[in-house]
């Protein structure tokens, strides 16, 4: 079988306005089973992910402010990657390029003072930079603080707990990760959200931007050769 790639698009919806104000990409893989996710992503050709990123982003016409993609820190530093990145900003325009910095590492690892001319280059193109899964994994303040004055957006990702919204836990969390949103001006961004007690919950903390299933599953994104995928 071969081996089959494509974005699918999940929608960002401002519950205040009730309007969307953004969407995010997703990449999955076409399997026996259906749409799945990569196993990894880094195993994936860095051209493949390139040449799809702007295939993908030169069918989209949206009415909306922000795209999202998630992009790892290797492929941040992989150079065909990020002109893809530079060249899907300028498709899209003037919709910005929000890219999600995510904490998903290859086998190379790097430093901060690699990673920051990168993302400064990539602001200076117009796009954006996102912190995403903020409070889990490696994604503490202590390891994003040097990130949060280049940022304008971080997300909060509900299902990375094994536990209910309502767990002090994660409402402890999600009242730290607010207030820095309010500390550096950034947009903080709640996914996972499932449910209608998810998003009255979420409403009553005072968090306008959210993204889950409760309000729409990510859709696959066709482009013009793909007659026959569903």
Same mark, same amino acid.
């Given at each position: ?91 899209? #325009?003037?919709?910005? @390029? %929000?890219? =999600?910095?995510? /904490? !998903? ?78 500390? #550096?001006?950034?947009? @903080? %961004?709640? =996914?996972?959200? /499932? !449910? ?35």
């Amino acid at each position: 079988m071969k081996i089959i790639y494509r974005y699918f698009v999940q929608p960002q919806i401002d519950t205040a306005t009730k309007t969307i104000f953004g969407y995010e990409l997703l990449m999955k893989q076409l399997t026996p089973d259906g749409w799945r996710l990569p196993e990894s992503f880094s195993a994936i050709d860095p051209q493949i992910i390139a040449d799809l990123l702007v295939d993908t982003t030169k069918v989209l016409s949206l009415k909306v402010r922000y795209c999202s993609v998630n992009v790892s820190r290797e492929q941040l530093m992989t150079t065909s990657i990020a002109n893809a990145i530079i060249k899907s900003q300028e498709q899209l #325009y003037p919709t910005k @390029l %929000v890219v =999600e910095l995510t /904490e !998903d590492d290859g086998p190379q690892k790097y430093t901060m003072a690699e990673l920051l001319p990168q993302l400064k280059r990539f602001i200076d193109q117009g796009m954006e930079l996102s912190l995403d899964d903020v409070g889990t994994g490696d994604n503490y303040f202590k390891d994003v603080q040097e990130l949060l004055p280049l940022a304008s957006e971080i997300k909060f990702a509900l299902q990375n707990f094994n536990r209910d919204f309502k767990d002090p836990h994660i409402l402890q969390k999600l009242h730290f990760w607010h207030a820095i949103s309010a500390e #550096y001006n950034l947009r @903080l %961004v709640l =996914e996972g959200i /499932e !449910d209608q007690a998810d998003n009255r919950l979420s409403k009553k903390l005072g968090i306008r931007l959210k993204q889950g299933y409760y309000f729409s599953k990510p859709q696959l994104l066709k482009l013009p050769q793909d007659t026959c995928l569903s």
